[in-house]
């Protein structure tokens, strides 16, 4: 009796390895119905379409000096948490971005928005923040990014280090 059981244990063992890495495969994959190309941009904000990770958005000019002294600090979170959670600049000043201000109903810059992986607008700050707080934030919102827990998705990490540390993923939540 001992021996079906252990050798049920391994098969099944086994299988939900097989399942789960065909998860893990298939997790980045857009279906055809989920291609952005195809999806009506009229009804979903780009930011909902083609999202996968958390992401900062600044909205601001390059001129403006708030907004000037957010360049070091954005470049900073780009380059520490590329694959963690995506940053992202928008000059609003620049004719071809006038739309983008309008679509996120920026009334003063610099403007930073928070959306979750979805999408999904999470909170909004209008002026300058630091780094620090920035990072506080988002632990205040349920992401915790020092402990990189893996979430529902098992995503790849485009970052190294947190590959070998989070071997499940980079989902951030």
């Known amino acids: 009796m001992n021996k079906v059981f252990y050798k049920s244990f391994i098969v099944l063992t086994f299988l939900l390895f097989v399942i789960i890495n065909l998860t893990a495969m298939s997790c980045g994959k857009k279906s055809a119905s989920q291609d952005p190309k195809q999806a009506d941009k009229k009804k979903l904000p780009k930011e909902t379409v083609e999202l ?4 900062l958005l600044d909205l ?3 001129k403006c000096i708030p907004c000037k002294k ?6 900073e979170l780009t380059e520490e ?6 940053v992202e600049f928008i000059d609003v000043w620049q004719p071809e971005n006038k739309a983008k201000a309008q679509q996120h109903k920026i009334q003063s810059i610099p403007t ?4 979750d992986e979805t999408g999904t607008e999470i909170w909004r700050h209008v002026g300058f923040i630091s780094k620090e707080d920035i990072l506080a934030k988002w632990v205040e919102l349920g992401y915790d990014f020092s402990l990189q827990s893996s979430g529902s998705c098992i995503q790849e990490c485009d970052n190294e280090a947190l590959a070998e540390a989070e071997p499940f993923g980079c989902c951030g939540k």
């Open 52 to 55: 996968k990770l958390p992401k």
């Open 60 to 62: 601001g000019a390059h």
């Open 70 to 75: 957010m360049e070091p600090i954005l470049a």
């Open 81 to 86: 948490y590329k694959g963690v959670f995506e």
């Open 112 to 115: 930073q928005i928070f959306f």
